[in-house]
């Protein structure tokens, strides 16, 4: 099972960047799979997730501005970040789940700063 996420960068608040995730090693499609951030000295927290159905949930402090999507067909994960601000720096992870089973990536640096 991997995992690999992309995207990640340096960019101004305001900006807008879009994550990546590829997986493989499993059924992509009937996972549901999401996406955690992590700054350094703080727990992970939960961004977004979207089920095997396509039903989505965010965070309430990226509600608006974060939008995330899956394509099955090509085994990806994307996280659409508009308008983003210096609180939304971190290292981004995919991680997937399905009954129990959980497979996490190792993460890509997002950092917002003028």
């Known amino acids: 099972v991997q995992l690999v996420e992309s995207g990640g960068g340096l960019v101004q608040p305001g900006e807008s960047l879009r994550l990546s995730c590829v997986a493989s090693g499993f059924t992509f499609s009937n996972y549901a799979m999401g996406w955690n951030r992590q700054v350094p000295g703080k727990e992970r927290e939960l961004v977004a997730t979207?089920?095997?159905?396509?039903?989505?949930y965010y965070k309430d402090s990226v509600k608006g501005r974060f939008t995330i999507s899956r394509d099955n067909a090509e085994n990806t994960l994307y996280l659409q970040m508009i308008s983003v601000k210096p609180e939304d720096t971190a290292v981004y992870y995919c991680?997937?789940?399905?009954?129990?089973?959980?497979?996490w990536g190792r993460g890509t640096q997002v950092t917002v700063s003028s």
């Open positions: 979207i089920s095997s159905g396509g039903s989505t």
């Open positions: 991680y997937a789940g399905r009954l129990g089973r959980n497979y």
